[in-house]
Every structure is written in structure tokens, then in C-alpha cells.
């Protein structure tokens, strides 16, 4: 596309045609000169560039309830996921423009391309999911495949275009002539234009059509001299260029079209920032914001807001640090040859008075300022599905405040307010309308409890949307997704999980529909990971309906069965597994017996009517399952990991006998069990988080059992087991490892521990200190500290028994002070 001189160098100023008033979307100092201009040029008309659509909406920016950040949201009627936002700040020139029509009683009409057409395209171009092409760019930049300000910039001699853009426009002092901005950025852009032509997006070439015939509306109606148009600064050459009105309709025939619906949503700071992958974003909205709105001294009032902001993290910045901070950013201005400080000159100043060289608190200062969690509010009279209302409703109920900043909300649920916002919480999470996630609690761990992290973001308005064809309020809208998840395809875990989801959200239309689906499905499949990763989601499902006071009999003879069936496929199931099946199964396992405890103790309550049972849910199930566990620990075709649990969690429970813990191990570590299944029972005995250590350092006899099946592995396959030991011991606390690494240095004369003791003392280790074996470990020592093998002492298979030793039983204490470094 090419631009005429005249084109190019066509001024703005009225008398010669339309005001064209090309801005960098959220500029301030676009604002600001837009607002002069408006004054100065008194037009009868505004258009702006934007959806025309939102005509019928402009009335609400004046709405005493709309305070932005905002954004206008359009959305295709059947189906709300293709959305597309159009976001105003404060400081936006749109804005700005809309609120000046407002005051002077100035019709205010959008002019960019139909958002019926801009979401009808099968695919969108390259920029933020979500929004309308270039409609929310930086003067439309990032829509050309160059940036025009790095290229203004780069000819002006600076690196950054943002420090251009500050000291071209934003330190731009007030008066003088209020056309000339737009004028030399229409004329830098003519030029630009005239060299890149549309960028390569013929979609642009599209939208300049449609704005054009909408000026030339406006001409006829209002008058060819009383047109003010606000519109990125890229589109004004465009704009300018003399094409006849054929050519523009000839760009626009036969685009695709579809039905949408628009409104306002809150936005906020944080998602105008580039660093959200917003298209059109700014680096610093919330400086931006400041320089719009300070009536003066702008940089001693942000430095004054960052002191206060400091102060309020417990820093010592005192009214000193303030001052020298000013002195500081005007000396780095003028050094730079700046006009004024910018944002780079009072961060550089903050870094070194207020946060002393670090970027730890300065990273505070540009999240919570910089950027900002400025959430904007739409007033109620806006238009909303019906779903958004009644979540609104319930905001204000339950006083639920939609907010930017991240918080954690406690819920006691004995109380009828927590218990009605956790209610909501779940079911709009069950909805997809992730304002809140459930977080690990401070305080207590019980089932009254609950922990909340919640946070607004604007697309949630968009998934409340979506949601809308669901039902007309939160209840209704989550039933019937409910039910439409259960009766879905999914495997038997997802099915369960969304039995626990019904019970947290309290929606009992769809809790039997779910309970059926469940049933059925439970009873077809044959897969026992499937019934172990089941299990627990019911048991926890029925604590749950305990605390909530709802009937979940049906739920609990669904877990009785899962529970019985596993109990018949768990031995088959864990034979010939590899290792990574192995691990996976001994995860199954703890979950399975977590879950069986829980089942015997719900079994001794009241049903969740308040009836107590007379049959306990899980009577005689504790016994069963120990007999499976004993089943598997001494089958040899089960993977010594899950043997190593099985036998562990027998011996925690009381179910093995004085001494039986040891023979078993002694049977898993027998000289003739291959190393590395012998690695993987310790591994599953006393490893995985299961409070190993302190077995092994209270129960000597294991210990030496382990030490003395250590000190045997043959040369060839100790390189091999050792990654598995090493993975086993690194998991203890630094004490317990050096306590067992005392235990092995000093042997069991001087431990005493308080495990038994048989005749001739413990495997691994004599009656006393064995000086030829302690000698054993000089040379690994030495090879460790660098200073070569110990003089007369040649290394060989004893030396490295001892060595292993040491490894395997102190673990990796090398800042303990031992020297011991091993399997840790």
C-alpha cells in the first residue's frame, strides 16, 4: 500500500477535514494531548476506534459504577469461548475521549471492523488468544511485523523505544500547539507506511475499508469539518489516503459473519501488561497510571509511594531516603540527557537508597506498583448472561469481593457463611471458573477446615459465559454439568472424582446420577490401578459427606466393593512389574491402605442422616487387608519395592511378631536375591517418606542387617544398587542420617540402641572395634580429600566393603562433620 505525499504530510487540524488524532493505545500522553485537541477542536462528532457494536454501551462509561481499568467483551452467541477484548485504563486516550464526549454532550460512535466479522474468522492471527487482531496495539505496532516505535527510536538515536516514547510525548510539557503531537506521529507514520506498506496483514488493509466509509458517514451527516477520530496512530495515513468508496466495499464483500453479544468487564493492570502476552501492552501500567493522574512532581510522588509501600513490609525507609532517591533519579536525567527522570532513572534511584543494591524488594515495587493489581468494577445496569447475575448476587451475599490482588480466605465450614462460600467456590470450579483454588491449610488439617487462594482474572468473565448454556444460576449450571461429566466418556478415577466434587459443592440432584454412573462402572472395570486410584477419592468423598451432614450410604457400599475387589486383584496385579510400574504400585498400595484405615473409623459414626450404623462400614476389612499385605510380602514374584511397603506397613500396624521384621529382610537381603531387587525392599521398607530412618536407628538389628548385606555386595553390581540407596537415604533429615552414621561408625557396643541384641552380636559388626577395617576406609578418604592413597595401604575389596559401609550407612553428611560422604 502506498501513501501520497499528501497523504503523508496532511495535517490534522480542522478546517482541512477530519481531526485525526493518532494515539499509542494506553499512552498517557496520548490522553492527554487528545484531551487538548478534543478542547481545542470542539468537533459534533467522535468516532472511535472499536467494536460499533458497543455503541449502545458508551452511555454506561459515565455510570458513577464504572471505574476502570474495564474492557469492552464481545463474545459469539453460541459459542462464548471465541471471545475478544477491547481494554480501557484511566490513562487511555479512548477513554479519555469517551469521558470528554460525555461531559459535552458529543455523540460517540466506534468505527473498526464489526466484531460479527473479526470473530467469524476460522482461525485468528499471531498475537494474545482472545483479541481482535491489532484492535489493542501498541498505535497498532505490533500488528506489522516491525515495530515502528523501535524504528522511530532507533533513528532518533535511543536503544529502548520506551524511554523514546517518554521523552518524545509523556515529559512533554502542557500548551503550545495542540494539533502539532498528532501531526508529527501522522507524519512519521506516512513515512513508515510508504516503506512497509500494510505489514504484511491484508487484515488491516480490511478494517482501514470499513473506517473509512464510517468517516465518510459521519462527513455527511455531521458535517466534513466537525469529525474527530481517535484511532492508533499506524491507520491515520490510511485514513488520509484518497481510495473511492467502490474499492472499500469491494474489500469488505462476502466477509464471514456471526452473532455476537457485548458488554463491559472489570479488567486490570496486571492483564495490560506486555508481560501477560497482552498484544497492545504497556511495560508499566501502573506508572503509566501515576504520571496520568499526579497533578505534579511526579517523581516525588512515586518515590513517596514506593516509601510507603516499603514501610509497610517492615523496611526502615525514612523521609531521608525519599529525598536523596530524588536527587539521585534527577542527577542519572541529566547525566542520560533526559528531560526528566523516567521510570529507568527512579528505579535505578530505588535500587540504590531504599533497597540498599537488592532486587528482592525492588521485584515488590514493580509487581505491586510498576505493574499494579488495579482490578476496574462495571455497574450493575451493564448488560450480563443470567449466570453472571446470580454470581453476582452471591458475591455480595456472602461478601466475596472479586479482587486482582492474590489472597487466602480460611473457611471454618461449622459456620453457615464459610460453609455457603465453600459451596460456591467448588461449584464454580466445577464449572471451570477457576477464581479460587483449594490450598494446603496453616492451621488445623481437619475436614471442617478449608484454605482458599483466590484471585479475579478478567477471562473469568468469559468462562462464566460459556457456562451460561448450562443453566441460569451457579446450583443449577453446576447440577447439569455434573451430570453431563458423569454420563460422559472417562476412566472410573474421573468418575469418582467427580462423586467427591458433587459432595463438596453439595449438589444433591446430581450426586445420584454420578452414584449410578459409578456403580456401572465400577462394577465393568477389571483394572486394579483403576480401582486403587478410585478408592481413595471415595473414602475422602464419604469424610466429606460426614462433615456436611448428607446421606452417603450408596457411596460407601460402592467404596465396601472397590475395596473387595481389590483385595482379590492386588496379588496377581503386582507380579512381574518393571521398576517404574513397581513405584507406581507401591504408591497404589499406601493409598489403598490409607484408605482402609479411614473406612473402618467412618464406620463407627453416624451415617451422614445422623442415624448410627449398627454394622461398622469397614468392620473386618482392616483384617482382610493385612492378610493380603502378609500375602504379598513374602511372594517372591512381587517387586521387591512393593514388598519392602507390604512388610512395612505389617509391621507398623502390629501385625508381625518380635523378630519377624528381621526375618523377613534377612530373607529379601539373602545372599542369594539379586542387589538390586535386595536395594529395592530397603527402598520400599525404609524408604518413600515412611519414617525409615528412625526405625533404623532405634532397631540396631535392621541396621546391622542392612550393613552387613552392604558389605557383601560383589564389586560388579554395588555401582549398580547404589542410585537405589542413594534415593533411599537422601530422603532422611540431616540428623537421622548423622545419627545413623554414628551408629555405624562407633558399632553397637556403644550405640545403645534400644533394638534387640542375639548372641554373638549384631550382623555387621564385632563385639569390638575392628582397627583393620577402620584402616580399610584411608585410601576412599584420601582419594575424597584429594591427597592421594594412604602410604603402605593397597585398596582392594576390603577397603571398599568398609568404604560402602560408612556410604550406605552415614549418607552424604560431608557438613556434619563426620567426612562421611554415601548413599545420602
Known sequence: MSVSDEARGATTRAGEGPLLLGVRHHGPGSARAVRAALDEGAPRVLLIEGPPEADGLVALAADEGMRPPVALLAHVLDEPGRSAFWPLAEFSP????????????VPVRFMDL?????????????????????ADVNTDLNAVRIDPLAVLAETAGYDDPERWWEDVVEHRGAGGDAFAPFDALGEAMGVLREEYGAGGHDRDLVREAYMRIQVRAAQREFGADDVAVVCGAWHVPALRQKVTVAADRALLKGLPKVKVDMTWVPWTHRRLSRASGYGAGIASPGWYGHLFSAPDRPVERWLTKVARLLRDEDRLVSSAHVIEAVRLADTLAAMRGRPLPGLTETTDAIRAVMCEGSDVPLSLVHDKLVVGDVLGEVPDSAPAVPLQRDLTRLQRKLRLKPEALER?????????????????????????IGWGEPAESRGSTGTFRETWRLRWEPELSVRVAEAGVWGTTVVAAATARAESDAIGPGALADVTALAERCLLAELPDALPVVMRVLADRAALDADVGHL?????????????GDVRGTDTAALGEV?????ERLFVGLPPACAGLDQDAALEMRGHVDAVHQAVGLLGELGAGPTGGGTPRVTPLGAGMRGRWYSV??????????????????VRL????????????ARFMGLALSRGTEPAEAAAWIEGFVGGGSGGGMLLVHDERLLGLVDDWLTGVPDRAFTDVLPLLRRTFSAYEPGVRRTLGELVRRGPAAGGGSGSTVAGGIPGFGPEL????????????????????????????EARAGASTAEAGAGANADDGNGLVGVG
Open 94 to 105: 479512548e477513554w479519555v475521549a469517551i469521558k470528554w464526549a460525555a461531559a459535552a454532550g
Open 114 to 134: 464489526p466484531a460479527a466479522h473479526a470473530l467469524a474468522r476460522p482461525e485468528q492471527e499471531a498475537g494474545e488468544p482472545g483479541t481482535p487482531g491489532d
Open 408 to 432: 487466602e480466605l480460611e473457611l471454618d465450614l461449622r459456620k453457615d457463611t464459610d460453609a455457603a462460600r465453600s459451596r460456591l467456590l467448588h461449584r464454580l470450579r466445577l464449572l471451570g
Open 532 to 544: 486403587a486410584q478410585a478408592l481413595p477419592a471415595l473414602v475422602r468423598s464419604l469424610r466429606y
Open 559 to 563: 467404596a465396601v466393593g472397590l475395596a
Open 629 to 646: 499385605l502378609r500375602v504379598l510380602g513374602e511372594r517372591d514374584s512381587v517387586a521387591g519395592v512393593v514388598r519392602g511397603r507390604c
Open 650 to 661: 505389617l509391621m507398623d500396624g502390629g501385625e508381625l511378631a518380635e523378630g519377624e521384621a
Open 770 to 797: 575392628d582397627g583393620e577395617r577402620a584402616d580399610a576406609v584411608l585410601p576412599v578418604l584420601s582419594l575424597l580429600l584429594g591427597v592421594g592413597p594412604g602410604p603402605g595401604v593397597a585398596p582392594g575389596a
